[in-house]
């Protein structure tokens, strides 16, 4: 599977993940990172959905899932090694542009 990231990676408990050390965790379940997404490309993983290239990707017939997803269905029992020294730009995050959660606390009015 041909597989390109986008924006910085979280696990399923927002702990960051380096992305050298997600690289290195799909070359060892057999599969090709890309650095930008191409004819042949698979899959886009992606911090957000509903960006602008999340959504050329879906246009373009390329399955587009989130960084938690990814690891749930994808790399599942792949052991995501620590320690890879992180790229100044794609592992930074910059705080001050992330979108906040509005749906934070609305769990008692969804299950009423």
Known sequence: MNIVFTGPAFDGAGFSIVRGDLIAACATSGHAVQRAVK?????????????????????????????????????????????????????????SLLVPDFTVGFEALDAA
């Open 39 to 95: 004819p042949d490309t698979d899959l886009l993983v992606a911090s957000r959905t509903d960006t602008v290239k999340a959504k050329a990707a879906l246009l373009r017939g390329v399955e587009v899932m989130t960084y938690p997803t990814f690891l749930a269905k994808v790399l599942g029992s792949v052991a995501i090694a620590r320690g890879a020294r992180p790229d100044k730009y794609t592992d930074v995050v910059d705080k």
